[in-house]
Protein backbone atom coordinates (compact mmCIF):
# COMPACT_ATOMS: atom_id res chain seq x y z
CA UNK A 1 0.00 0.00 0.00
CA UNK A 2 2.72 2.43 0.72
CA UNK A 3 4.46 1.46 -2.62
CA UNK A 4 1.07 2.56 -4.50
CA UNK A 5 0.74 5.37 -2.55
CA UNK A 6 4.24 6.64 -3.54
CA UNK A 7 3.56 5.79 -7.22
CA UNK A 8 0.82 8.02 -7.00
CA UNK A 9 1.89 10.95 -5.20
CA UNK A 10 4.63 11.01 -7.74
CA UNK A 11 2.37 11.12 -10.45
CA UNK A 12 0.80 15.20 -8.79
CA UNK A 13 3.03 17.63 -10.21
CA UNK A 14 3.57 20.49 -7.69
CA UNK A 15 3.36 24.14 -8.56
CA UNK A 16 4.78 27.18 -6.91
CA UNK A 17 2.94 30.47 -8.26
CA UNK A 18 5.23 33.76 -6.44
CA UNK A 19 2.29 36.27 -7.13
CA UNK A 20 -1.40 35.67 -7.11
CA UNK A 21 -2.66 38.88 -6.16
CA UNK A 22 -2.52 39.99 -9.84
CA UNK A 23 -5.72 38.86 -12.12
CA UNK A 24 -3.46 36.74 -14.06
CA UNK A 25 -1.89 35.25 -10.85
CA UNK A 26 -5.07 34.33 -9.44
CA UNK A 27 -6.79 32.44 -12.97
CA UNK A 28 -3.39 31.04 -13.33
CA UNK A 29 -3.66 28.91 -9.70
CA UNK A 30 -7.31 28.38 -10.18
CA UNK A 31 -6.63 26.64 -14.03
CA UNK A 32 -3.63 24.57 -12.26
CA UNK A 33 -5.10 23.44 -9.38
CA UNK A 34 -8.14 22.73 -12.02
CA UNK A 35 -6.03 20.59 -13.76
CA UNK A 36 -4.97 18.83 -11.00
CA UNK A 37 -1.81 20.46 -10.03
CA UNK A 38 -0.83 20.69 -6.03
CA UNK A 39 -1.08 24.08 -6.38
CA UNK A 40 1.17 26.75 -3.78
CA UNK A 41 -0.75 30.54 -4.80
CA UNK A 42 1.71 32.84 -2.95
CA UNK A 43 0.05 36.21 -2.13
CA UNK A 44 1.99 38.61 -0.02
CA UNK A 45 -1.22 40.03 2.51
CA UNK A 46 -3.50 37.62 4.06
CA UNK A 47 -6.39 39.62 3.50
CA UNK A 48 -6.28 39.50 -0.07
CA UNK A 49 -6.67 35.65 -0.40
CA UNK A 50 -10.05 34.85 1.21
CA UNK A 51 -11.88 34.42 -2.40
CA UNK A 52 -9.31 32.44 -4.00
CA UNK A 53 -9.73 30.21 -0.35
CA UNK A 54 -13.49 29.82 -0.59
CA UNK A 55 -13.47 29.09 -4.37
CA UNK A 56 -10.78 25.94 -3.52
CA UNK A 57 -12.44 24.73 -0.61
CA UNK A 58 -15.75 24.92 -2.58
CA UNK A 59 -14.43 23.09 -5.25
CA UNK A 60 -12.35 21.19 -3.57
CA UNK A 61 -8.96 22.02 -5.15
CA UNK A 62 -5.63 20.86 -4.21
CA UNK A 63 -4.73 25.14 -3.59
CA UNK A 64 -2.74 26.06 -0.65
CA UNK A 65 -2.17 29.87 0.51
CA UNK A 66 1.18 30.59 1.08
CA UNK A 67 2.44 34.20 2.69
CA UNK A 68 5.37 34.76 -0.38
CA UNK A 69 6.48 38.65 -0.68
CA UNK A 70 9.11 38.37 -3.66
CA UNK A 71 10.60 41.78 -2.03
CA UNK A 72 12.22 39.67 0.46
CA UNK A 73 14.68 37.38 0.19
CA UNK A 74 13.35 35.56 3.86
CA UNK A 75 10.08 35.32 2.87
CA UNK A 76 11.03 33.71 -0.73
CA UNK A 77 13.05 31.39 0.88
CA UNK A 78 10.65 30.40 3.98
CA UNK A 79 7.93 29.78 0.99
CA UNK A 80 10.09 27.43 -0.90
CA UNK A 81 11.26 25.67 2.41
CA UNK A 82 7.34 25.24 3.14
CA UNK A 83 6.73 23.70 -0.16
CA UNK A 84 9.92 21.97 -0.15
CA UNK A 85 8.90 20.23 2.88
CA UNK A 86 5.21 19.47 2.55
CA UNK A 87 5.40 17.57 -1.53
CA UNK A 88 9.66 17.11 -1.82
CA UNK A 89 10.20 18.97 -5.02
CA UNK A 90 8.71 21.72 -7.16
CA UNK A 91 7.77 20.80 -10.87
CA UNK A 92 6.74 24.05 -11.93
CA UNK A 93 7.73 28.06 -11.08
CA UNK A 94 5.26 30.77 -12.31
CA UNK A 95 6.77 33.70 -12.14
CA UNK A 96 3.83 36.57 -12.64
CA UNK A 97 4.29 39.56 -10.28
CA UNK A 98 5.61 42.80 -10.48
CA UNK A 99 3.18 46.79 -11.10
CA UNK A 100 3.23 49.28 -14.31
CA UNK A 101 5.20 52.34 -13.39
CA UNK A 102 3.73 55.09 -15.17
CA UNK A 103 5.45 58.41 -16.54
CA UNK A 104 8.60 59.60 -18.71
CA UNK A 105 11.95 58.86 -17.76
CA UNK A 106 12.77 62.30 -16.50
CA UNK A 107 9.78 62.45 -14.20
CA UNK A 108 10.74 59.10 -12.56
CA UNK A 109 12.59 59.60 -9.41
CA UNK A 110 15.94 57.37 -9.02
CA UNK A 111 13.91 55.56 -5.81
CA UNK A 112 10.95 54.67 -7.88
CA UNK A 113 12.78 53.03 -10.68
CA UNK A 114 14.91 51.37 -8.44
CA UNK A 115 11.26 50.48 -6.94
CA UNK A 116 10.09 49.08 -10.06
CA UNK A 117 13.27 46.96 -10.80
CA UNK A 118 13.00 45.79 -7.11
CA UNK A 119 9.86 43.97 -7.67
CA UNK A 120 9.77 43.22 -11.44
CA UNK A 121 12.78 42.23 -12.02
CA UNK A 122 14.63 41.01 -8.85
CA UNK A 123 11.30 39.73 -7.47
CA UNK A 124 11.39 37.20 -10.23
CA UNK A 125 15.22 36.94 -9.66
CA UNK A 126 14.72 35.56 -5.86
CA UNK A 127 12.47 33.13 -6.72
CA UNK A 128 14.76 31.75 -9.60
CA UNK A 129 17.89 31.26 -6.87
CA UNK A 130 15.62 29.51 -4.01
CA UNK A 131 14.20 27.23 -6.59
CA UNK A 132 16.51 26.32 -9.10
CA UNK A 133 18.94 24.26 -6.52
CA UNK A 134 16.45 21.79 -6.01
CA UNK A 135 15.34 21.62 -9.83
CA UNK A 136 18.44 21.26 -10.76
CA UNK A 137 19.11 17.90 -7.92
CA UNK A 138 15.96 16.75 -9.50
CA UNK A 139 16.77 17.00 -12.42
CA UNK A 140 14.22 18.48 -13.89
CA UNK A 141 11.29 21.20 -13.71
CA UNK A 142 9.47 24.23 -15.96
CA UNK A 143 9.88 27.72 -15.01
CA UNK A 144 7.70 29.90 -16.44
CA UNK A 145 7.87 33.77 -16.37
CA UNK A 146 5.10 36.20 -17.16
CA UNK A 147 6.02 39.00 -18.19
CA UNK A 148 4.82 41.52 -20.81
CA UNK A 149 4.37 43.02 -24.39
CA UNK A 150 6.36 45.33 -23.14
CA UNK A 151 9.53 43.24 -23.30
CA UNK A 152 9.96 43.76 -26.99
CA UNK A 153 9.04 47.14 -27.73
CA UNK A 154 9.51 50.57 -25.79
CA UNK A 155 6.69 52.60 -25.42
CA UNK A 156 6.05 56.40 -23.95
CA UNK A 157 5.89 57.21 -20.50
CA UNK A 158 6.41 53.76 -18.92
CA UNK A 159 10.33 53.40 -19.71
CA UNK A 160 11.24 51.89 -16.02
CA UNK A 161 8.41 49.76 -16.53
CA UNK A 162 9.86 48.55 -19.92
CA UNK A 163 13.35 48.79 -18.98
CA UNK A 164 12.05 45.49 -16.34
CA UNK A 165 10.31 43.84 -18.91
CA UNK A 166 13.28 43.65 -20.96
CA UNK A 167 15.37 42.41 -18.19
CA UNK A 168 13.08 39.86 -17.57
CA UNK A 169 13.38 38.77 -21.54
CA UNK A 170 16.99 38.47 -21.11
CA UNK A 171 17.32 36.63 -18.51
CA UNK A 172 14.62 34.13 -19.73
CA UNK A 173 16.31 33.91 -23.20
CA UNK A 174 19.66 33.13 -21.22
CA UNK A 175 18.53 30.93 -18.57
CA UNK A 176 16.59 28.46 -21.30
CA UNK A 177 20.56 27.55 -22.59
CA UNK A 178 21.77 27.64 -18.88
CA UNK A 179 19.07 25.39 -17.45
CA UNK A 180 18.83 22.89 -20.59
CA UNK A 181 21.42 20.48 -19.48
CA UNK A 182 19.98 20.15 -16.50
CA UNK A 183 16.27 18.77 -18.13
CA UNK A 184 14.58 22.41 -16.81
CA UNK A 185 12.57 24.32 -19.31
CA UNK A 186 12.04 27.69 -19.41
CA UNK A 187 9.40 29.60 -21.27
CA UNK A 188 8.25 33.31 -21.50
CA UNK A 189 4.74 34.48 -22.00
CA UNK A 190 4.30 37.81 -22.84
CA UNK A 191 0.26 39.15 -22.67
CA UNK A 192 -0.35 42.67 -23.65
CA UNK A 193 -3.08 44.84 -22.13
CA UNK A 194 -4.98 42.71 -19.50
CA UNK A 195 -8.24 43.55 -19.42
CA UNK A 196 -10.03 44.16 -15.72
CA UNK A 197 -10.93 40.96 -13.60
CA UNK A 198 -11.54 40.20 -10.29
CA UNK A 199 -8.78 41.35 -9.40
CA UNK A 200 -6.87 44.98 -9.68
CA UNK A 201 -4.03 44.92 -11.46
CA UNK A 202 -1.29 47.62 -10.23
CA UNK A 203 -0.90 50.83 -11.97
CA UNK A 204 1.24 53.65 -9.92
CA UNK A 205 2.15 56.97 -11.27
CA UNK A 206 4.93 58.71 -10.76
CA UNK A 207 5.03 61.66 -8.08
CA UNK A 208 6.04 63.99 -10.76
CA UNK A 209 4.30 62.70 -13.13
CA UNK A 210 1.26 63.89 -11.60
CA UNK A 211 2.62 67.79 -11.26
CA UNK A 212 1.22 70.06 -14.05
CA UNK A 213 4.38 71.77 -14.63
CA UNK A 214 6.12 68.73 -15.71
CA UNK A 215 7.16 68.98 -19.18
CA UNK A 216 5.35 65.86 -19.77
CA UNK A 217 2.25 66.06 -18.66
CA UNK A 218 0.35 66.76 -21.86
CA UNK A 219 1.90 63.31 -22.35
CA UNK A 220 1.22 61.24 -19.66
CA UNK A 221 -2.13 62.50 -19.61
CA UNK A 222 -2.94 61.25 -22.74
CA UNK A 223 -1.55 58.45 -22.11
CA UNK A 224 -2.93 57.71 -18.46
CA UNK A 225 -6.56 58.05 -20.65
CA UNK A 226 -5.62 55.50 -23.06
CA UNK A 227 -4.65 53.22 -20.89
CA UNK A 228 -8.64 53.57 -19.35
CA UNK A 229 -9.81 52.34 -22.60
CA UNK A 230 -7.26 49.88 -23.60
CA UNK A 231 -8.43 47.02 -21.41
CA UNK A 232 -11.44 46.53 -23.56
CA UNK A 233 -9.29 44.97 -26.50
CA UNK A 234 -6.87 43.26 -23.98
CA UNK A 235 -6.66 39.58 -23.06
CA UNK A 236 -8.51 38.33 -20.39
CA UNK A 237 -6.46 36.82 -17.56
CA UNK A 238 -8.80 33.49 -17.97
CA UNK A 239 -6.37 33.49 -21.60
CA UNK A 240 -3.35 34.05 -20.00
CA UNK A 241 -3.96 31.38 -17.73
CA UNK A 242 -4.95 28.89 -20.52
CA UNK A 243 -1.26 29.65 -22.29
CA UNK A 244 0.44 28.87 -18.88
CA UNK A 245 -1.20 25.07 -18.90
CA UNK A 246 -0.05 24.76 -22.77
CA UNK A 247 3.70 26.04 -22.35
Known amino acids: I ?3 WKNKMKLRKVALLSDTSTSVGYET ?3 LARKGYVTYAGIKAPDQAKKLSNIANIEKLSLQLITLDVNSSSSVTSAVKQVLKNE ?3 DLLVNGTGYVLLGCFEDISMKEMAAQFETNFYGIARMLRSVLPFMRKQRSGVII ?3 SVAGQIGFPCSSAFVCSQFAIQGLS ?3 RYELDPFGIDVS ?4 GIIRPSTVTNAIVVA ?3 KRLSSPYSDITRKLTNDIG ?3 ELGSLPVEVASTVLKA
Open 229 to 231: RMP
Open 145 to 147: NIN
Open 173 to 175: ESL
Open 207 to 209: QRA
Open 2 to 4: SSV
Open 29 to 31: ALA
Open 188 to 191: LIEP
Open 88 to 90: GLI
